[in-house]
């Protein structure tokens, strides 16, 4: 077992309430360690079919994200993890200032932030001839506003070690179909190195991980089937994949390793 040296540092996770997702793998991965975990999330409501969340798919996907944290915090307390569970949206600037409120009050410090939280629009407006003007307000409003925000809380409540990893996509550079979603994605690389060359001189990090296609219970087995052939590395990438990257750039092996987006995509999109 590789020790990352996280044991009682602090790590702020976005985007959490999905069970099969990367934010709540994220938390249990650090919880693991030993770290104390602050899991963010806001219920996003999509209309979905009950009947159908059983297996992998849009139904299971839209269902996770609407409901709350409690399969993550159920898990969280069987580890007998040190945690904090806020519902918040982070595209609120207040909101975020409580955030961190809260954890200093609680911990005291701040280590560790993934900014994993993301939204997309649903119902097919993400294209140049049908994008409307509250898709791209929407989008930026909690993937790159919201980012920020938290950022510039992180550093502004910064101790003696700091560690900030964005999420991405892949396919942040060339998205047809989610261009505005591409594009706020594409937008958090640039910060991530803006703001690495910013933050250096306290020797906090930041960095950016891209995943591939992530089964976070969104792909059913047909979109699995056509998906699988673009993956050089023939499977799914799993949210453990991307927790496990995370974790290693969060450690003190990764102090020197700052301003990079790393694709973890198992070879798809290179």
């Not at 990438?237 to 694709?263: H, N, Y």
Request: hydrophobic share 40%; proline share 3%; net charge negative.
């Amino acid at each position: 077992m590789v020790n990352y040296g996280l044991k009682n540092r602090v790590a702020l996770i976005t985007g959490a309430n999905n069970p099969q997702g990367i934010g709540a793998a994220t938390a249990l991965a650090f919880a693991r360690e030993g770290a104390k975990v602050v899991l963010v999330y806001k219920k996003v409501f999509r209309p979905f079919d009950k009947n159908k969340t059983d297996k992998n798919g849009i139904d299971r996907y839209y269902e996770a994200n609407a409901g709350n944290a409690d399969t993550v915090e159920s898990k969280l307390k069987e580890m007998n993890a040190d945690y904090i569970l806020l519902e918040r949206d982070i595209s609120n600037e207040d909101a975020v200032k409580e955030i961190y409120s809260t954890v200093m009050e609680r911990y005291g410090r701040i280590d560790i932030l993934v900014n994993n939280a993301a939204v997309d629009d649903e119902n097919g407006f993400d294209t140049i001839e049908k994008i409307t003007k509250n898709v791209i307000d929407d989008t930026f409003a909690v993937n790159v506003r919201g980012s920020i925000l938290m950022i510039r809380e992180m550093i502004h409540h910064r101790k003696d070690y700091g560690r900030i990893i964005n999420i991405s996509t892949d396919a942040s550079q060339i998205f047809a179909g989610q261009i505005t979603y591409g594009a706020s994605k594409a937008t958090l690389e640039a910060l991530t190195r803006s703001i690495a060359l910013e933050v250096a001189q306290y020797g906090i990090t930041v960095n950016c991980v891209a995943p591939g296609p992530t089964q976070t219970g969104w792909i059913d087995a047909d979109l699995e089937e056509s998906v699988l052939p673009l993956i050089p590395m023939g499977k799914l990438i799993q949210p453990e994949d991307i927790a496990e990257t995370i974790l290693f750039l969060a450690s003190e092996q990764a102090r020197m390793l700052t301003g990079q987006v790393i694709k973890v995509s198992g070879g798809h999109a290179l």
